[in-house]
């Protein structure tokens, strides 16, 4: 079988390459899996080259998701044949990942593929789309509705934003994406975008606590001072879903919005989230993701590809969805 195998020799930098392994060097797990498709995050990207810190072990196999077909299982909740798709669970990190044409995992971490999608599909997803939804879940559990007002998505081209943004503008609500990128303002708009905010209107912090009352939710892929600097736009009681740190881990914000505005800060995980939740996720992506929308996000890959493509991921250089087929 190929994989792309990440090898770390000493002090070292880790050499990321595509070889020829034997099944027998899987690690241990219920269920064995044909990948069909794998996909390209930050995580990814780290884990590709530098590490990062979250690779434990060398040699590895990264790919933190992966759609394809049951071969064998020990598990009576999957059989051969059966469709599945996998995110989370520290899979590509601390484990063996999809970047190769057989995986081998527990059972506990696979969802069964969602009627109505295609493993392609299911990576054109992947963490991004499937943490977009999540995003999406939380905003509107805490009351978000079409008719409250705009909602933010920063770092919208980017794979979670673009999701976002598709899924947002898809259930009628009206969409402000945010881009340091000005070339990408009509790949927004064609993902439902109604308007496109230059990223320097909302970089640059301000000592004002608060500002006027903007938005009415938030899906935040960026963090540092444009999370604190969105936090002081929100609308009496809106929401953030906070999704990643792409700006900085930092927040040099007050409690002033969380005081006075009743303002909602939702941390969103995709790793460690229970099955159930992860049904419901998968099932809300097949019926509110517009599948023409998905198809305009995705860059096709290969597992030769994947080096570059980490590099990349790492420099803000990745639009949308990479879809690798594992097995061209």
Same mark, same amino acid.
């Given at each position: 079988m190929?994989?792309?195998? !990440?090898r770390k020799?000493?002090d070292e930098?880790?050499?990321?390459a595509? /070889?020829?392994? $034997?099944e027998?060097? +899987?690690?241990?797990?219920?269920? =064995?899996v044909?990948? /069909?498709?794998s996909t390209v995050? #930050?995580?990814?990207g780290l884990?590709?080259?530098?590490?990062?810190g %979250?690779?434990?072990?060398y040699?590895?196999?990264?790919g933190?998701?992966?759609?394809g =077909?049951? /071969? $064998?299982?020990?598990?009576?909740r999957?059989k051969?044949?059966?469709k599945?798709?996998?995110t989370?669970w520290?899979?590509?990190e601390? #484990?063996w990942?999809?970047?190769?044409?057989?995986?081998?995992?527990?059972a506990?971490?696979?969802?069964? +593929?969602?009627d109505?999608?295609t493993?392609r599909q299911a990576?054109a997803?992947?963490?991004?789309g499937?943490t977009a939804?999540?995003?999406?879940m939380?905003?509107?559990?805490?009351?978000l509705?079409?008719d409250?007002?705009e @909602?933010l !998505?920063?770092?919208?081209?980017?794979?979670?934003?673009s !999701?976002a =943004?598709a899924i947002l503008?898809?259930?009628?609500?009206e969409?402000?994406?945010?881009t340091?990128?000005p070339?990408?303002?009509d790949? +927004?708009?064609s993902?439902g975008a109604?308007?496109?905010?230059?990223?320097e209107?909302l970089?640059?912090?301000?000592?004002r606590?608060? /500002?006027?009352e =903007?938005?009415?939710?938030?899906?935040?892929a960026?963090?540092?001072?444009?999370l604190?600097? *969105?936090?002081?736009?929100?609308?009496?009681?809106? $929401?953030?879903s906070?999704v990643?740190?792409a700006g900085?881990a930092? +927040?040099?914000?007050? @409690?002033?919005p969380?005081?006075?505005?009743?303002v909602?800060l939702l941390?969103i995980?995709?790793?460690m989230?229970? #099955?159930?939740?992860?049904?419901?996720?998968w099932?809300?992506?097949? $019926?509110?993701?517009?599948?023409?929308k998905?198809e305009?996000?995705?860059?096709?890959?290969?597992?030769e590809?994947l080096?570059? %493509?980490g590099?990349?991921i790492l420099?803000?250089?990745?639009?949308g969805? *990479? !879809?690798v087929?594992?097995?061209?």
């Amino acid at each position: 079988m190929r994989a792309l195998i !990440v090898r770390k020799e000493g002090d070292e930098k880790p050499v990321a390459a595509v /070889e020829d392994i $034997s099944e027998d060097m +899987l690690p241990d797990g219920e269920v =064995t899996v044909a990948v /069909e498709f794998s996909t390209v995050n #930050y995580k990814d990207g780290l884990c590709v080259g530098p590490g990062g810190g %979250l690779v434990r072990n060398y040699p590895h196999v990264p790919g933190i998701d992966f759609a394809g =077909t049951v /071969e $064998s299982s020990s598990d009576d909740r999957y059989k051969p044949g059966d469709k599945v798709v996998l995110t989370g669970w520290r899979v590509g990190e601390a #484990y063996w990942g999809g970047y190769a044409e057989k995986a081998r995992v527990k059972a506990d971490w696979l969802v069964p +593929l969602p009627d109505g999608l295609t493993t392609r599909q299911a990576m054109a997803v992947g963490t991004a789309g499937f943490t977009a939804m999540l995003a999406v879940m939380a905003l509107e559990d805490h009351g978000l509705t079409p008719d409250k007002g705009e @909602v933010l !998505v920063t770092g919208a081209a980017g794979g979670v934003g673009s !999701v976002a =943004t598709a899924i947002l503008a898809a259930k009628g609500y009206e969409v402000a994406g945010v881009t340091g990128r000005p070339e990408q303002a009509d790949y +927004l708009k064609s993902l439902g975008a109604a308007r496109i905010v230059p990223r320097e209107e909302l970089n640059e912090t301000t000592k004002r606590p608060l /500002e006027k009352e =903007t938005w009415a939710g938030c899906v935040d892929a960026v963090g540092g001072d444009m999370l604190a600097r *969105v936090l002081g736009q929100m609308k009496y009681g809106a $929401s953030v879903s906070a999704v990643g740190l792409a700006g900085g881990a930092g +927040l040099p914000a007050t @409690v002033i919005p969380f005081l006075l505005r009743g303002v909602n800060l939702l941390g969103i995980d995709s790793v460690m989230q229970p #099955y159930e939740n992860r049904l419901r996720a998968w099932q809300r992506v097949a $019926s509110d993701l517009p599948m023409d929308k998905l198809e305009a996000m995705i860059q096709p890959a290969t597992l030769e590809d994947l080096p570059e %493509l980490g590099r990349a991921i790492l420099k803000g250089g990745v639009r949308g969805r *990479v !879809v690798v087929d594992v097995k061209a």
